[in-house]
């Protein structure tokens, strides 16, 4: 199974990206999906996951700006920032939890958001 996360670039203060993470191989079925964040010197956190149903969960620091939701039928998920600002520059990296014959985690290689005027 692989994840190929895609979308990220350069971006003003107040503008918006789209991220998208399509997963690929023997899958069965995936339940949840979602996204965490490095930025340069920290550790990673929690931005958002969705789970197969379609319920949401967001980190505090991005509820009210980021929406993240799935395609089931291209097995993709994906994350749509708006209202960007300067700290959410970082790597974002997929994840889902997917069923080949075993219940995983796999993730996405990272895709650079960087937001800077």
């Known amino acids: 199974v692989q994840l190929q996360a895609s979308g990220g670039g350069l971006v003003q203060p107040g503008g918006s990206l789209r991220l998208s993470c399509a997963a690929s191989?023997?899958?069965?079925?995936?339940?949840?999906m979602g996204w965490y964040r490095q930025a340069p010197g920290k550790q990673r956190e929690y931005v958002a996951a969705i789970t197969s149903g379609g319920s949401t969960n967001y980190a505090v620091a991005v509820t009210g700006r980021f929406t993240i939701s799935r395609d089931n039928t291209k097995n993709t998920v994906y994350l749509q920032m708006n209202s960007l600002k300067p700290e959410d520059t970082a790597v974002y990296y997929c994840?889902?939890?997917?069923?080949?014959?075993?219940?995983?985690?796999?993730w996405g290689q990272g895709t650079l958001v960087t937001v800077s005027s």
């Open positions: 191989g023997s899958i069965f079925s995936i339940y949840d």
């Open positions: 994840y889902a939890v997917v069923d080949d014959f075993r219940v995983r985690y796999f």
